[in-house]
């Protein structure tokens, strides 16, 4: 029927859309209480949006205020749909689109759980120290290394590890803050 329409990052893709996608990393101030996150998450799988990342944390304890960080792909059309929508909820204080404000910077934390023995354990090692990965679990058969840095950061070391016994791995999700003096 409509096979020639293709999706644009929203559930509603029955007309024609030329914007393509893009990531954007989306900071979200709200207040720290009970139900919040479901309200912000249900905005998006409601809409058929997708989220690729998102973490959450209460970072100002004296105001109950936490901040939450998503990282997802869409139009530019959609991407505004988004914001002015998280904008309307009651519990919204602030909502800034780190990507399109300018330079941020962005973090992740993994951990990785390696099996091996033999020369595999010392590629493995010379690995996690080329990435500056730290050893935070070690027995005769397995090591578990944390790494933070940017996601492709990670994504190449965890390819790295693959072959090497790879058996396990634990992301955080990206966590960004942006450039300057001024707060959010």
Known sequence: MNAHLKPTGSAYFLTTETQATERHTLTVLVD????????????????GYNIDSLTVSETEHDKHRSRITIVTVATPKVLAQIKLQLERLVPVHKVHDLT?????????????????RGEN????????????????????????????????????????????????????????????????
């Open 32 to 47: 720290n209480e009970p139900g919040v996150l479901a309200r912000v998450v249900g905005l998006f799988s409601a809409r």
């Open 100 to 116: 399109a404000e300018g330079e941020s910077l962005e973090r992740e934390l993994a951990l990785l759980k390696v099996a091996g």
């Open 121 to 184: 354990r010392v590629e493995t090692l010379r690995l996690a120290d080329a990435f500056r990965a730290q050893v935070v679990d070690a027995s005769t058969e397995s090591f578990v290394f944390e790494i933070t840095g940017k996601p492709g950061k990670i994504d190449q070391f965890i390819t790295l590890m693959t072959p090497l016994g790879l058996v396990e791995v634990v992301r955080t999700g990206l966590v960004a803050i942006t450039r300057g003096p001024e707060g959010m």
